[in-house]
């Protein structure tokens, strides 16, 4: 595992690293998404989604209070689940959780809310706001740095 820091000047830059590890993601990756309230987290989870589904139009609502959405892409399924409202750890198997990580691409926002349901492998992004920028601090595989 390799821990990197990238400091994101703003807004876009955000989005482009979204973009950036979109283009690294496969069916079974999990990226597990923190940091407190505008940090980026939807930002870089908006951007990610988009580029898997090749359509920068693409609505991407947040599930704040769905907890979870999907969606059909040319490279599977994306299920990106926002566990703000999560009532803990045991109430992911009303929301899919077994069935996403079957396969699936799993995005998650407020990833701390897992407790220890969280995969081994999973890529984690730990994301807060920096002056006008944001930092973020990506621990994982070595594959998700190429790059970066």
């Given at each position: 595992?390799?821990?990197?820091r990238?400091?994101?000047?703003?807004?876009?830059?955000?989005?482009r690293?979204?973009?950036?590890?979109?283009?690294?993601?496969?069916?079974?990756?999990?990226?597990?998404?923190?940091?407190?309230l505008?940090?980026?987290?939807?930002?870089?989870?908006?951007?990610?989604?988009?580029?898997?589904?090749?359509?920068?139009?693409?609505?991407?609502?947040?599930?704040?209070?769905t907890?979870?959405?999907?969606?059909?892409?040319?490279?599977?399924?994306?299920?990106?689940?926002?566990?703000?409202?999560?009532?803990?750890?045991?109430a992911?198997?009303?929301?899919?959780?077994?069935?996403?990580?079957?396969?699936?691409?799993?995005?998650?926002?407020?990833?701390?809310?897992?407790?220890?349901?969280?995969?081994?492998?999973?890529?984690r992004?730990?994301?807060?706001?920096?002056?006008?920028?944001?930092?973020?601090?990506?621990?994982?595989?070595?594959?998700?740095?190429?790059?970066?």
């Amino acid at each position: 595992m390799r821990e990197t820091r990238v400091t994101l000047a703003d807004e876009a830059a955000t989005s482009r690293l979204g973009r950036q590890l979109a283009a690294r993601a496969r069916p079974g990756d999990v990226i597990l998404l923190d940091g407190p309230l505008g940090a980026g987290k939807s930002t870089l989870a908006r951007a990610f989604i988009r580029a898997l589904a090749d359509d920068e139009r693409l609505a991407v609502p947040s599930p704040t209070f769905t907890l979870v959405q999907v969606y059909e892409t040319p490279r599977g399924e994306v299920w990106h689940y926002d566990l703000w409202r999560l009532s803990g750890p045991d109430a992911l198997a009303e929301l899919g959780w077994d069935e996403a990580l079957d396969g699936g691409i799993v995005l998650v926002e407020w990833a701390g809310r897992l407790g220890g349901q969280a995969p081994a492998g999973a890529l984690r992004l730990a994301l807060d706001a920096q002056g006008a920028g944001r930092v973020a601090v990506l621990t994982g595989e070595e594959r998700w740095f190429d790059g970066l």
